[in-house]
């Protein structure tokens, strides 16, 4: 029992002493329940919206107070003209619009049936369902408040799913595929790049070589650009062809923008591999250190908006959100670059500071 006793202090001593095993053993515990515990949610909370008021009178004020009120809302901006809410589906800037007739207290005394239009952005058919049946209760709500001698309901909201008016799951998840798919390869491809030259003994030779750190960093990216590239291709055909997922917009502009989003995800890679020493580090860096902050954080399942705000800033820095955007904006929507040059910037410079990052830690190995 002594000795058994002093093995299993000796393994105790080791496992304190490695920071690594207790990042494993208590930290991937501590991130996964927060992640899973505040970003995996089905409920909506401040949802941003905007309100078509054609009637601006006393009973329109009093339902969009309710409406605003509840929890679920936050009023993103009213409108003064139909053609503007396109135009701010498109921007992103709202998920649901809603549409108040002319003259809405003075029909409603006349017990006219009255149409309230809500029309939600689809292309998260879950989260566009959800904020029409949140509404549709309200409305429902507001109507029988006011209702006197149990009259029959005269407010009806009449809905529309724009982009996706069928609710296709599919809307959904080819987009959010696409960047998962193109995130892990790429990265994951380029991670074991120079940790392979590390352990087979060739890395002094490129140390040696008269090639500048920046030109070993593009040589490795090139190759494996074009790999993921295909990768892409086939991905979009198969969404087209099988599951008739449509490209309304740029064909050209969505393949440019596929080629920013895998040189961000080569870039990462390398800079992976410059830190690493092996490739099965690498690889379980690439893989489980990005897996779940990709499919989290990124917006592809989870609405960001309904994460605390600390998730939010967090999920500024994964790449694949940015990427979602700009692929649902383009396949769904049919915007061009003029919308959507902001998330096209935010990925080139995370292709400049990775390759940055990645050519200084490269330098530092060098030397």
Do not use: C
Request: charged share 20%.
């Amino acid at each position: 029992m002594k000795r058994f006793a002093g093995f299993f202090k000796k393994e105790l001593i080791h496992i304190i002493r490695d920071p690594r095993t207790l990042i494993i053993l208590f930290g991937m515990p501590f991130v996964q329940i927060l992640l899973f515990g505040y970003a995996i949610t089905n409920e909506v909370k401040n949802a941003r919206i905007a309100i078509l008021d054609n009637s601006k009178d006393e009973v329109s004020f009093k339902l969009i107070d309710k409406i605003l009120s509840s929890g679920y809302f936050t009023m993103s901006e009213y409108l003064q003209t139909s053609a503007e809410i396109d135009h701010a589906f498109k921007q992103g800037e709202v998920k649901l619009a809603v549409v108040i007739p002319e003259r809405l207290s003075e029909k409603l005394k006349r017990n006219e049936l009255v149409q309230i239009q809500l029309i939600s952005d689809a292309t998260d058919p879950n989260t566009g369902n959800t904020l029409i049946n949140y509404t549709s209760a309200i409305i429902r709500d507001f109507e029988f408040s006011r209702s006197e001698n149990l009259r029959p309901v005269l407010i009806n909201p009449e809905i529309k799913m724009r982009y996706n008016p069928g609710l296709k799951s599919v809307y959904l998840f080819i987009p959010g595929i696409i960047s998962v798919i193109l995130m892990l390869v790429s990265t994951m491809m380029t991670s074991i790049s120079l940790t392979r030259e590390k352990e087979l003994g060739t890395m002094e030779v490129l140390l040696a070589s008269p090639m500048k750190p920046a030109q070993v960093i593009i040589s490795k990216v090139i190759p494996y650009l074009f790999l993921a590239f295909g990768n892409a291709l086939l991905i979009l055909a198969l969404g087209y062809i099988v599951f008739d997922v449509p490209v309304k917009g740029s064909l050209t502009l969505l393949l440019f923008e596929s080629l920013l989003f895998i040189a961000v995800a080569l870039s990462l890679g390398i800079l992976i591999s410059t830190k690493t020493d092996s490739q099965q580090v690498a690889l379980m860096i690439s893989l489980f250190a990005l897996m779940l902050p990709t499919i989290i954080l990124s917006g592809f399942i989870f609405p960001v908006e309904n994460m605390p705000v600390i998730l939010q800033i967090i999920s500024n820095i994964i790449p694949a959100k940015w990427f979602i955007v700009i692929v649902k904006g383009i396949m769904l929507k049919g915007i061009g670059i003029a919308e959507l040059w902001k998330e096209t910037l935010i990925l080139v410079g995370f292709i400049f500071v990775l390759i940055i990052a990645s050519v200084k830690n490269y330098k530092v190995r060098l030397e």
